[in-house]
């Protein structure tokens, strides 16, 4: 009977700290997001007091940021920058050697003579997230006071 309680005894330590391992790697995951909210709300209450071209600056800061974090491009950057860094670890002179390859075929192709600035700006304009960025900056005023917490 003794070996029976043991063995359920092992098998429970066992089940806690598998669920204890998955905790800290979901905790971990939450508290970088956090972080990049606090920063963010940080970096907003530094620039926020002023009127004229720092206001003005800190909301178009603000209205790009937000633009980015729901721009399909962020998360294929957050996905690829794990990815990317382990590899660069792992083989840094073959990682150099690619990135120096990659930077010289882009200069030597030169994609940004392909679309003109007129085509850019209508591409821009057309844009279906336009509205939510210029939404963006006009709200800016008042993001501070929209994510405070409520006083008792």
Do not use: N
Request: no cysteine; proline share 5%; aromatic share 6%.
């Amino acid at each position: 009977m003794s070996d029976a309680a043991d063995k359920l005894a092992r098998s429970r330590l066992a089940i806690v700290d598998h669920i204890q391992r998955r905790e800290r790697r979901h905790e971990g995951a939450e508290s970088s997001r956090a972080h990049e909210r606090a920063q963010d709300e940080q970096d907003w209450e530094q620039s926020e007091h002023g009127y004229g071209p720092a206001g003005w600056f800190a909301s178009l800061k603000h209205a790009a940021g937000a633009w980015w974090r729901s721009h399909p491009a962020h998360l294929g950057l957050e996905i690829a920058t794990p990815m990317l860094s382990s590899y660069a670890a792992r083989k840094p002179a073959q990682f150099l050697g690619i990135a120096a390859a990659l930077g010289a075929v882009v200069m030597i192709a030169r994609p940004w003579r392909l679309i003109s600035v007129t085509g850019l700006v209508v591409a821009l304009v057309k844009s279906s997230q336009l509205s939510s960025v210029v939404m963006s900056a006009m709200s800016a005023a008042d993001f501070k006071r929209d994510h405070e917490p409520p006083r008792r």
